[in-house]
């Protein structure tokens, strides 16, 4: 006895679907023999996985977190019929959630932990018989999917500070204090952040220089396990000249965000944020410090909404499916790096 089966998804614009919108299509389905079934079930499902192997200290653990956004079934059979030999073909029509995660993927082996993470959505049509050997037989297709960034920083000018202080012995504790502006925390891809920042060196210890990037951090929350976050700088870096004690250096910065880069919203497994690091090196005997400008990228092609219920920033809480694609790990650091 065999089962044949096409699933036909009507096209989205870009070939990506967005959170609300209606996924409809059509599944042609056919048997060679006379065959028994009592349910026949087309679903709409969005799931999270997550697993991490952590490989420190010579042993390896294994951690998973799995989370669901979206499992809408229509039932086409829903008793005992025989369906003749021949072709069938059922329509389905679904409606996606609006806060829901865009589907993601990610694959690392770097600093002791290898991490896999996929977020999925698809139609599946399963097929059971009556029988308590009889297995159920699934088909899916995977759809893409592409969510509006929901912005929890503000569009408005933010100023962000952090300071310093230089332990030097037999003299009173000065202070290195970096300020920084940034006009717009909520930028699309292919814009421009536009940001300065004021150092002053009240200290007899040498700046040797500033280095300013662009950082993505992906963070997973796999059960049992502590928060495991990985870093990419985007782009190129800039580093200025140093700075005197008693002396003050200020700078105007603008950094094109890549179109590919988007915020990763609604998800409790898997995170992705960005922000703007200015970081001040001292003398190789002294501990650097850095000023984070955290920023929020969404989509141009879609919109920003307010939502009631604004997913919390990074910021606040610190088979026939396509196989996962290999990620290049270039350029990744671990936290301590950072």
């Given amino acids: 006895m065999g089962i044949f089966c096409e699933i036909n998804i009507a096209k989205a614009g870009n070939g990506e679907f967005r959170a609300g919108d ?40 294994d951690y998973f977190n799995k989370e669901e956004y979206v499992d809408i079934d229509s039932v086409i059979v829903h008793e005992e019929v025989l369906l003749p030999t021949g072709q069938y073909e059922t329509q389905f029509s679904f409606a996606l959630p609006e806060n829901i995660p865009p589907s993601f993927a990610y694959r690392s082996n770097e600093y002791d932990y290898y991490i896999k993470c996929k977020i999925s959505y698809y139609i599946r ?69 536009r940001f300065n920042y004021e150092i002053f060196n009240d200290t007899n210890v040498e700046i040797t220089g500033v280095e300013v990037k662009l950082v993505e951090v992906h963070k997973f929350k796999a059960s049992g396990l502590y ?13 200025t000249a140093g700075i005197k004690g008693g002396d003050t250096q200020k700078a105007d910065f603008a950094i094109t965000i890549p179109f590919d880069l988007r915020t990763l919203q609604y998800s409790n497994i898997a995170f992705r944020d960005y922000f703007v690091k200015i970081k001040v090196l001292l003398p190789s005997f002294r501990r650097n410090f850095a000023l984070h400008i955290p920023i929020e990228v969404g989509d141009k092609n879609g919109e920003a909404g307010v939502h009631s219920e604004s997913p919390p920033s990074y910021w606040e809480v610190m088979g026939e499916c396509i196989k996962d694609k290999a990620f290049n790990d270039n350029g990744w650091s671990t936290d301590e790096d950072m």
Avoid: C, W
């Fill in 227 to 239: 928060d495991v976050k990985r870093y990419k700088n985007i782009g190129a870096q800039h580093r």
């Fill in 125 to 193: 049509i399963k097929f059971d018989r009556p029988g308590m050997l009889q297995l159920p037989v699934r088909f899916k297709k995977e759809i893409a999917v592409r969510t509006d960034l929901i912005p929890t920083l503000p569009r408005d000018p933010i100023i962000y500070a952090k300071q310093k202080k230089v332990i030097k012995l037999f003299a009173a504790n000065k202070i290195m204090s970096v300020k920084a502006n940034i006009e717009n925390s909520v930028i699309n891809g292919g814009e421009t952040v």
């Fill in 22 to 61: 209606v996924v409809s299509g059509s599944i042609k389905y056919a048997v060679d023999v006379n065959t028994v079934f009592k349910n026949i079930t087309v679903s709409l499902k969005g799931v999270g996985n997550l697993y991490i192997r952590d490989t420190q200290n010579n042993k390896s653990s």
